[in-house]
T-cell receptor
Framework: KAGVTQTPRYLIKTRGQQVTLSCSPI?????VSWYQQTPGQGLQFLFE???????NKGNFPGRFSGRQFSNSRSEMNVSTLELGDSALYLC?????????????FGSGTQLSVL | QQQVKQSPQSLIVQKGGISIINCAYE??????FPWYQQFPGKGPALLIA???DVSEKKEGRFTISFNKSAKQFSLHIMDSQPGDSATYFC?????????????WGLGTSLAVNP
């Protein structure tokens, strides 16, 4: 069974640009969560999607958005990039947000904003 | 009240030694306590988890000790190996109906010297 796939693996953008990151969950997993990881800040929860609906949202500005498609694949978008958005963005999938407690993470997208 | 405090921030252990990482929480509604292991360039992976009705859980060289009255739990790595060098995150799950919220510690960087 293939794991969680995130693309692209690395991304370099400049301030003011926007970026879209993609996540394909494990086959059969319907819940996708997104996290921002920076040194010293640990894993910061961005949002969680299930059945194409956002179920939970973290404390991030509206520049951060996401969506989930009918095949459970998910994308997150960051508009008007700032230097502080440089981070590793991780996607995690699970069977179902209400009953499944085991998260399976992808290897992440390393975003650098110059 | 929803924080999970993890210590130490970094840890250096000699090969064969015992690595101990501690976490503390305040919210007694947490009902699931996982530990995740993250290697450089990879996403976190579930290592071991415990529920509050159990005081200890062991899987190979990894043991979780759980002290419900003190609201603390710890990860013990026996016979630590250089391959255990990674960042370890504790977390706690808060279930509210059909909605799961995972609260993360800030991580411990473990280095095992050969």
């Amino acid at each position: 069974k293939a794991g969680v796939t995130q693309t692209p693996r690395y991304l370099i953008k400049t301030r003011g640009q926007q970026v879209t990151l993609s996540c394909s969950p494990i086959s059969g997993h319907r819940s996708v969560s997104w996290y921002q990881q920076t040194p010293g800040q640990g894993l910061q929860f961005l949002f969680e999607y299930f059945s194409e609906t956002q179920r939970n949202k973290g404390n991030f500005p509206g520049r951060f958005s996401g969506r989930q498609f009918s095949n459970s694949r998910s994308e997150m978008n960051v508009s008007t990039l700032e230097l502080g958005d440089s981070a590793l963005y991780l996607c995690a999938s699970s069977l179902d947000p209400g009953t499944s407690e085991k998260l399976f993470f992808g290897s992440g997208t390393q975003l650098s904003v110059l | 009240q929803q924080q999970v405090k993890q210590s130490p921030q970094s840890l250096i252990v000699q090969k064969g030694g015992i690595s101990i990482i501690n976490c503390a929480y305040e919210n007694t509604a947490f009902d699931y306590f996982p530990w995740y292991q993250q290697f450089p360039g990879k996403g976190p992976a579930l290592l071991i988890a415990i529920r509050p009705d159990v005081s200890e859980k062991k899987e190979g060289r990894f043991t979780i000790s759980f002290n419900k009255s003190a609201k603390q739990f710890s990860l013990h790595i026996m016979d630590s190996q250089p391959g255990d060098s990674a960042t370890y995150f504790c977390a706690a799950t808060l279930n509210a109906g059909n909605n799961r919220k995972l609260i993360w510690g800030l991580g411990t960087s473990l280095a095992v010297n050969p």
